[in-house]
């Protein structure tokens, strides 16, 4: 299965065909056969704006999970808050995706119930799901709560629910065969909409464009934030950094 929205839609047409109905992490149980889509936002905000669109010509609601504590993206960011916003009111789920190893804590509920207001600030709506970024074994074998929200790595998520991921562009299981294979009554499947574009990409191009992307944003930031940013570089400089000319 390559990462082309495409393999998605087939994803989609076979979950369907199977009789899984989608749900979310409130009422999947009122169905024999659901399954969960979430996407985790590790770098980048436009690209899972674009794949909630997706979802939705595809008649879809999702679950994305927002990291706050990144240095790849800002939350904050007027037009990043009016996209969040947005994806809420176009009927997807947003939660919180929380890196543990940001803070030196002990106890992560303080850090955890303040990254939640902030996020529902953000929204200008409640925030009920929590998902960490990269869980330590920890994390994943303690079954851990915390008021207010669901973690979507409790046991009832992640060992009761067949959990499927297409992390760092790898399927460790195939979902086409999970869902054909009718073993599995129950599916959460993690999509991370980096990976996916309208064809497929080779993962180090992704990558590398990722990078060198970057700079070309960091100049239209200068630009919008001190006089005259020609004098120091112009765009022409700029957009070879970027292109790497
Ligand atoms: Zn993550």
């Given at each position: 299965?390559?990462?082309s929205?495409?393999?998605?839609?087939?994803?989609?047409?076979?979950?369907?065909?199977?009789?899984?109905?989608i749900?979310?992490?409130?009422?999947?149980?009122?169905?024999?056969?659901?399954?969960?889509?979430?996407?985790?936002?590790?770098?980048?905000?436009?690209?899972?704006y674009?794949?909630?669109?997706?979802?939705?010509?595809?008649?879809?609601?999702?679950?994305?999970?927002?990291?706050?504590?990144?240095?790849?993206?800002?939350?904050?960011?007027?037009?990043?808050?009016?996209?969040?916003?947005?994806?809420h009111?176009?009927?997807?789920?947003?939660?919180?995706?929380?890196?543990?190893?940001?803070?030196?804590?002990?106890?992560?509920?303080?850090?955890?119930?303040?990254?939640?207001?902030?996020?529902?600030?953000?929204?200008?709506?409640?925030?009920?799901?929590?998902a960490?970024?990269?869980?330590?074994?920890?994390?994943?074998?303690?079954?851990?709560k915390?008021?207010?929200?669901?973690?979507v790595?409790?046991?009832?998520?992640?060992?009761?629910?067949?959990?499927?991921?297409?992390s760092?562009?790898?399927?460790?299981?195939?979902?086409?065969?999970?869902?054909?294979?009718?073993?599995?009554?129950?599916?959460?499947?993690?999509?991370?909409?980096?990976?996916?574009?309208?064809?497929?990409?080779?993962p180090a191009?992704?990558?590398?464009?990722?990078?060198?992307?970057?700079?070309?944003?960091?100049?239209?930031?200068?630009?919008?934030?001190?006089?005259?940013?020609?004098?120091?570089?112009?765009e022409?400089?700029?957009?070879?950094?970027?292109?790497?000319?």
């Open positions: 299965m390559d990462f929205y495409s393999s998605y839609e087939k994803l989609i047409s076979l979950l369907k065909q199977y009789n899984y109905s749900t979310d992490y409130n009422n999947y149980k009122k169905y024999e056969k659901s399954v969960i889509l979430r996407h985790d936002i590790d770098f980048s905000i436009k690209d899972s674009k794949f909630s669109l997706f979802e939705e010509s595809l008649g879809i609601k999702s679950n994305y999970f927002v990291l706050l504590s990144t240095g790849f993206y800002n939350p904050m960011e007027k037009r990043v808050r009016k996209m969040l916003r947005d994806m009111n176009r009927g997807f789920t947003i939660g919180l995706h929380f890196d543990t190893t940001a803070y030196d804590n002990t106890d992560l509920n303080k850090p955890i119930q303040s990254e939640k207001h902030i996020l529902e600030e953000i929204l200008e709506a409640p925030v009920n799901l929590i960490f970024h990269r869980p330590a074994p920890t994390a994943l074998a303690n079954n851990l915390f008021p207010g929200l669901i973690n790595y409790s046991k009832e998520f992640f060992h009761d629910c067949k959990y499927c991921s297409d760092r562009f790898f399927w460790r299981d195939n979902p086409y065969e999970l869902i054909t294979s009718q073993k599995y009554d129950r599916l959460q499947i993690l999509t991370h909409a980096f990976c996916w574009a309208e064809s497929d990409r080779c191009h992704v990558y590398k464009s990722f990078i060198s992307q970057a700079s070309w944003e960091r100049y239209k930031y200068l630009t919008e934030n001190i006089r005259n940013p020609e004098e120091f570089i112009s022409e400089e700029a957009r070879k950094l970027w292109l790497n000319k």
